[in-house]
């Protein structure tokens, strides 16, 4: 143990006393409760300088607090927690018996966004989470080589039994290589909205009236929040604020089908075809109007969640702290907000890329040329993978085009239409704030319309585009 004035006044020679024990024990794990005394960043000069960076590595930093009034402790602690708490990885948070967490827990997102939050009930995932390490710098060099060996191991197998597997991998390098920059472009457009727009602007400028509040919603759309998982979370404020159910509904379907990074993407993926622009524009502003106009029809009561908890899927919620709302604070906590969203978007795209290498082998001829199966049947199979596939919109076109050869046009617009409106992702968002009843009708309501309009739009010649 030391204490406060040992940290103070002699923080190195703490370091060389731990040292020292190192040197004479060996042990494989070190655990360090650091009170909250001093600055997180304390520990991490004594640990980290000179000999002791040779032999120490923090591998994990866990914040621990009672949920008991978690909103006004840590700020009244100042600074000092607030550095604990950006530094941490994981946080476990200890609630009475048979209590749930409260809403305490939102201020430990507001200092860390991607911390992970555990509670009484979490016991053995939060053990397992603290007890599990990442692969030290010295096995890359050899995890690199063995997947280097087995890649070529199973291409060799693969290639044997006829899967001609090289033009799968590269069939799905060319995909990725063009649907990463607008991914990067969408994040990085979505975090700058997240951090420096005021959380109630859209909400002051909403007007109430319907028609005015339809023109607005779609207008709002095309400038606002390029994602669906940043349009969920303004849609639940949208509608606590009392904008018409109408509106915000067509708001929070049609942003991420219009707005300027999923036109460029679309523009790009689709060889600067404007039909193809305009049938995706069109058909997303009309399927989402429609359905919004559906809910002046039996307009839902009590429809919200009582206190409930935000899914942190993937913007979350990156509000500053007062003591840090600088420039340079939003600046850094814009690049992680889209270094999370990246990365958690990122695995969906890459599903979906996946899939798509492979769906472009694995139909029959009769379907790759378009004449073997019914156009619906198409439509309802893409729309089918646009919701499993969770992709972001602003990546979904480059996965659309590589499937355009096997399907008929009318069926890959509908999955660029109905794909940024309601998929797994945004189901799961949408139940964290309301009751089931609400998103089921959202679902159906949604898909019906889309599909409807779709169909139609087939039967008229799919306005003449062609692929």
Not at 395 to 422: E, H
Request: charged share 15%; aromatic share 12%.
């Amino acid at each position: 143990m030391f204490s406060k004035n040992q940290l103070e006044q002699i923080p190195f020679r703490v370091a060389d006393t731990i040292l020292k024990y190192l040197d004479k024990h060996s042990p494989d794990l070190i655990l360090i409760e650091w009170n909250g005394m001093e600055h997180f960043h304390k520990l991490e000069e004594m640990l980290l300088q000179f000999s002791a960076k040779a032999v120490v590595s923090i591998e994990k930093v866990i914040y621990v607090a009672e949920d008991t009034g978690l909103k006004t402790k840590i700020p009244d602690a100042g600074a000092v927690t607030f550095s604990q708490i950006a530094g941490s990885d994981c946080a476990f948070v200890r609630t009475k018996e048979h209590q749930h967490i409260t809403d305490d827990i939102g201020i430990l997102y507001n200092c860390n966004p991607d911390i992970r939050v555990f509670t009484n009930r979490k016991w053995d995932r939060f053990i397992n989470r603290i007890f599990s390490f990442n692969m030290q710098t010295r096995f890359w060099f050899m995890a690199v080589i063995t997947a280097a060996l087995v890649y070529m191991t199973g291409l060799s197998l693969l290639n044997g039994f006829g899967v001609p597997a090289g033009r799968y991998v590269s069939i799905f390098l060319g995909v990725f290589l063009q649907a990463i920059p607008f991914l990067a472009i969408g994040v990085l457009l979505s975090s700058l909205i997240q951090v420096y727009l005021q959380p109630d602007w859209i909400q002051r400028k909403f007007p109430r009236t319907i028609l005015a509040g339809q023109v607005f919603a779609v207008i709002a759309g095309f400038c606002l929040p390029v994602c669906d998982c940043a349009s969920i979370p303004v849609f639940k404020s949208l509608v606590k604020k009392g904008v018409p159910m109408p509106a915000a509904v067509t708001f929070m379907l049609v942003s991420p089908v219009i707005n300027p990074v999923v036109i460029l993407s679309t523009w790009f993926a689709f060889n600067g075809n404007y039909r193809m622009i305009a049938a995706r524009c069109g058909l997303g502003i009309l399927c989402a109007v429609l359905c919004g106009l559906t809910y002046l029809i039996k307009p839902p009561k009590d429809y919200l969640l009582e206190d409930a908890m935000p899914v942190q899927a993937n913007c979350g919620d990156y509000s500053l702290p007062v003591e840090e709302n600088t420039c340079l604070s939003r600046f850094f906590l814009m690049t992680r907000h889209a270094q999370n969203e990246f990365f958690s978007v990122g695995k969906f795209l890459l599903t979906g890329i996946f899939v798509s290498t492979l769906f472009q082998d694995m139909i029959p001829f009769a379907v790759s040329a378009g004449g073997g199966t019914a156009p619906w049947k198409a439509l309802l199979l893409m729309m089918g993978m646009a919701f499993v596939l969770s992709l972001c919109s602003s990546s979904d076109a480059v996965v659309a085009r590589s499937m355009a050869g096997s399907l008929p046009v009318g069926a890959i617009i509908g999955f660029l239409v109905f794909g940024p409106m309601m998929d797994i992702k945004n189901a799961a968002m949408l139940l964290s704030g309301f009751k089931s009843g609400f998103v089921a009708r959202l679902f159906v309501t949604a898909f019906l319309v889309c599909f409807i309009a779709v169909a139609l739009f087939m039967l008229w010649g799919s306005g003449g585009i062609r692929i």
